[in-house]
Structures are given as structure tokens and as C-alpha cells.
């Protein structure tokens, strides 16, 4: 089977509009939270979001024309930046490399097509139409492999990024661009969730989202572009391409159970881990770092860590665990590929980021969550969880390259 690559990366986020300046502000335990500013707060419950600021839009104009840009929402313009700057780090020469063998995926929930953006009434059909930021990508750089976007909630981009390995594995693909976008801080989501109670109401951006705390009361939104290019061994190689790790072993699967609640003690996350792994043929003491869902929300930190302790049994306690969602919020169909790009990271530095805001401890709630600092440790197997609304669980595995 081919082996599947990780080429280039890029990103945007609430601490850092590249890829170095989201990891760099990561480890300074940066917090993107702030009293939210897209929307009124009239008749709102919840008040902090983790926005990205406008400011960004000069890392989508150093790779994208102004119109292709005006014809888009801020959501997708966020993955048009980690496009660009995600195809440049891959090095790829767009003229001579086989474009029919580049496919295009991205996980995307809803390029928010309301409120504020309702004040320019232009290109309003291509606007709201989802798959445009695929579309956009093949058009710019001549991909014409298969190109579409993948909605499965809070995983939709690691499912995305699990199918872009399978498309090369299977050769129909030698390269697939691939992440997700978020930017759903609107009356509507924001409304909506505090309806279901799942975000947090604490108006302190400092201690609004405490992943695996005593205190946490919910999630808080965030907003963001990821893109992970992914490669055949054999066409990076072939390329002299930069290497930075293998994507070893991904799971895609559905709990069958609730449409907004996880398995009780976190059953259905235990098994999309152990599929991943399967996947990779890796054994769990293999795992030197997990990336976790980590949302703040009562149910899914403690089932994922009864999750965890299921599959690694006592070496749990040896695992560093953490959730950069307490740094950038929960950026729903971006997660998958952002919290990708810090597995990424982890492997190439042997550095693994903080949960910020970790205060009084959970006893309920006792592995390494890497509290409020980084911790140096030595990364050659990585795996990140996604969990989504509807029970659709993904687990990526990513693993050092050894050519």
C-alpha cells in the first residue's frame, strides 16, 4: 500500500494568521479569545468568541486575486490563505506536475453566508454555494483530480484528510489538498448552541473554555482556515520535496447513538482510536502524544478520557493530552486539519503545547493535560481526535518519517 505523506501546511487562527505564527503563539500559551465583536451581543447568552481578526486578509492577498476574494465570504477567504500558503510550503511546480492526480477536500460546515457579510449583496449565488472553496482552489492552480467538500460537524476536515489518504492509497490520486474552514461566530450558531447548553457563558476570555477543569462550563467558538497537503511517498520523493511526517492511520466512523451526546464513557471514541491505529498497524504503546478533542464541555472531556484509559490502559498516565481549543476555541469544521498541523508540529519539534486556563483540577479528570505550559517530549507517533454532532468520531494518526 502507499505510503502517504505530509508536504505542506498552512493556516489561520485566532493567534496566529500562518502556520509558524499559530504554532509560535501555541506555545506562548496565546490566547484568540475576546468579547465577541462579528455580531450583537443583544439576547445572547454567551459573549467570547476566539474571532480571527480582519487583519488576515493580507495572507489571502499574497497568494489570491482581489477577485476572486470579493467573491467570497470571510469563512472561505480563511481557507483560501491556508491554501495558498499551504501549496507554496509544498513546493509544487503547478506547470509540470500531472494536475489530473491532485484531488481537493475540505471540511466544510457552513461558509457562513450571513449577518455582516449580508452587507455586500454581490456575488451572492457564488457566495453561499459551499463547495466553492475546493472549486477555487482546482480553478487557481489546475487540479482537476476530484474536488468537493465533506460535512460531518466537528470532524468534517479529518474526515476529509482520512479520505484524501485513501485517494492516494489507492492511486487515484498522487497529491489531494486538504483541510477545513470555521467562521460561525453568527446570531444563529451562537443562539443555537446555547440552546443545546454545549457553550460556555463565562464572559472572561481568559477562563471561558478550561478543556478537562473542575469549572468548564462549555465550549467556545472559534475561527479558522487549516490546509494539509497530502503526498504519495513516491511523488514527493520524486520532487525532492520537504517531508515533515507520515499520515500513518485515519478512522472514520459513526456511534449510532445520539445527535448531540457521545457514547456513555466514551465507547464510540475508544473505538474510532483503536480503528486508527489498527489502520496504521501501530500498537497504542506506540502513542507518545494525543491530541485531544478536548472541548470544555462536561461530557466530552470526561468521556474522552475514560476513552483514552480504555485504550492505553495504564500507560495513559504516561501520554501527554492536551486541547488547543482553550487557545483558539472549538473551530468546528477546521479542527480536524488545525489540530492536525499541532500534531505535525510536535513530531518536528518534540515540543507538545499547553491547555491553557488549566486551573482547579477535575478528580475525575487525572492524565498529563500538559497544564498552561509546553512540555518538551520526544514525538515520533502522534493522534488527534475529532468528535463531531451526530456521532460521526475520526481519529487521525500521524507518525515521524522514517525514509
Not at 478543556?211 to 467558538?221: A, E, H, L, V, W
Request: hydrophobic fraction near 40%; aromatic fraction near 6%.
Amino acid at each position: 500500500m502507499k505510503k502517504v505523506v505530509i508536504t505542506g501546511i498552512g493556516a489561520v487562527t485566532s493567534v496566529g494568521y500562518n502556520a509558524h505564527d499559530y504554532w509560535e503563539g501555541l506555545l506562548a500559551g496565546k490566547c484568540g479569545m475576546k468579547t465577541i465583536s462579528r455580531i450583537s451581543l443583544d439576547g445572547h447568552d454567551t459573549t467570547v468568541a476566539a474571532e480571527v481578526g480582519e487583519d488576515f486578509e493580507a495572507e489571502a492577498g499574497k497568494y489570491w486575486k482581489k477577485r476572486h476574494l470579493n467573491a467570497t465570504t470571510t469563512t472561505t477567504r480563511m481557507g483560501l490563505a491556508s491554501a495558498g500558503e499551504a501549496i507554496a510550503d509544498c513546493g509544487i511546480d503547478t506547470e509540470t506536475y500531472d494536475g489530473k492526480k491532485v484531488g481537493v477536500i475540505y471540511g466544510v460546515i457552513d461558509n457562513s453566508y450571513e449577518d455582516s457579510e449580508l452587507d455586500k449583496p454581490l456575488n451572492i449565488t457564488l457566495k453561499k454555494m459551499p463547495n466553492e472553496l475546493p472549486a477555487l482552489v482546482s480553478i487557481k492552480y489546475g487540479f482537476t483530480g476530484p474536488a468537493f467538500n465533506v460535512s460531518t460537524a466537528c470532524a468534517s476536515s479529518a474526515y476529509a484528510m482520512a479520505l484524501g489518504k485513501q485517494f492516494i492509497e489507492s492511486g487515484l490520486c498522487d497529491m489531494v489538498v486538504t483541510g477545513g474552514i470555521s467562521g460561525l461566530v453568527t446570531h444563529l450558531v451562537i443562539s443555537g448552541f446555547n440552546q443545546l447548553l454545549a457553550m460556555s457563558v463565562n464572559p472572561d476570555p481568559n477562563t471561558a473554555a478550561r478543556p478537562f477543569t473542575k469549572n468548564r462550563d462549555g465550549f467556545i467558538m472559534g475561527e479558522g482556515g487549516g490546509t494539509v497537503i497530502l503526498e504519495s511517498e513516491e511523488s514527493a520523493k520524486a520532487r525532492g520535496a520537504k517531508i515533515y511526517c507520515e499520515l500513518a492511520g485515519a478512522a472514520m466512523c459513526g456511534e449510532a447513538f445520539n445527535l448531540t451526546a457521545p457514547k456513555t464513557d466514551g465507547i464510540g471514541m475508544a473505538e474510532s482510536m483503536r480503528l486508527a491505529l489498527d489502520n496504521a498497524g501501530l500498537s497504542p504503546d506506540s502513542v507518545d502524544y494525543i491530541n485531544a478533542h478536548g472541548t470544555s464541555t462536561g461530557l466530552n472531556d470526561l468521556y474522552e478520557t475514560k476513552a483514552i484509559k480504555d485504550v492505553f490502559g495504564a500507560r495513559a498516565y504516561d501520554i501527554p493530552v492536551s486541547s488547543v481549543k482553550a487557545s483558539i476555541g472549538h473551530t468546528l469544521g477546521a479542527g480536524g486539519a488545525l489540530e492536525a498541523i499541532v500534531c505535525i508540529k510536535a513530531i518536528e519539534t518534540g515540543i507538545v503545547p499547553p491547555t491553557i486556563h488549566y486551573d482547579e483540577a477535575d478528580p475525575e479528570l487525572d492524565l498529563n493535560y500538559v497544564p498552561n505550559k509546553p512540555q518538551e517530549h520526544r514525538v515520533d507517533v502522534a493522534i488527534s481526535n475529532s468528535f463531531g454532532f451526530g456521532g460521526h468520531n475520526a481519529t487521525l494518526v500521524l507518525r515521524r518519517y522514517e525514509g
